[in-house]
């Protein structure tokens, strides 16, 4: 299967910071790419949707300006959570999708971040 | 909002045994998918049945479809320590569909 990366795999920031995670498709181009959020022991919720070489579309009650989206090439897609504050303490996933008709997400392996 | 509900929310079952996983969903569905995510991991694609489909395997998985009922099973035969993790069902996916999660199923496999 398709293989898509996430870094850092955790990160502990001090709150008020920003904090930037990568999410790469390594052996496909992937012109559109998700962000989740997952709470302990719940599903996954859908952030965003990012395109590449366009503006996110941002799923209603995320806030776009704290949680900035760029998806600057076909294999990275960037997620920066700013001004963190412990409240965005979560598990991050991204996914990939293959070009149109393809319907397959593939998964990255998650980004647990702690605001303290 | 979540698309689909799954019960049970937890499962824990013998080495050997069969593990069931109902989920139910609202609105009408091209196809539902079954997702695995181990603890602290992302998500692994299992199985994708389409809405013309009523049942279909995967392995020592069978995944079952009532439209009508709007409702899926995933079963998981000879259940083996390794299948420990949560089960998701999920809806869309398809074109600017986005991919709508059920509330998940942790399953626990005792050896």
């Known amino acids: 299967g398709a293989v898509v990366s996430q870094h850092p795999s955790r990160v502990i920031c001090k709150s008020g910071t920003s904090v930037k995670i990568e999410c790469r498709s390594l052996d496909f181009q992937a012109t559109t790419m998700f962000w989740y959020r997952q709470f302990p022991k719940k599903s996954l919720m859908l952030m965003a949707t990012?395109?590449?070489?366009?503006?996110?579309?941002?799923e209603q009650g995320v806030e776009k300006d704290k949680f900035l989206i760029n998806h600057a090439s076909l294999t990275l897609s960037t997620l920066t959570v700013t001004s963190a504050h412990p409240e965005d303490s979560s598990f991050y996933i991204c996914s990939a999708r293959r070009p149109a008709g393809i319907y397959e997400q593939y998964f990255g392996p998650g980004t647990r971040l702690t605001v303290t | 909002s979540q698309q689909g509900e799954e019960d049970p929310q937890a499962l824990s079952i013998q080495e050997g045994e069969n593990a069931t996983m109902n989920c139910s969903y609202k609105?009408?569905?091209?196809?539902l998918q079954w997702y695995r995510q181990n603890s602290g991991r992302g998500l692994v694609h299992l199985i994708l049945i389409r809405s013309n489909e009523r049942e279909k395997h995967s392995g020592r998985l069978r995944v079952t479809l009532d439209t009508s009922k709007k409702s899926s099973s995933l079963l998981i035969t000879a259940s083996r320590a390794a299948d420990t993790a949560s089960y998701f069902c999920?809806?869309?996916?398809?074109?600017?569909?986005?991919?709508?999660f059920g509330t998940g199923t942790r399953l626990t496999i005792i050896p």
């Open positions: 609105t009408s569905i091209n196809n």
């Open positions: 990012s395109n590449e070489g366009s503006k996110a579309t941002y």
């Open positions: 999920a809806t869309g996916g398809f074109g600017n569909e986005k991919l709508t």
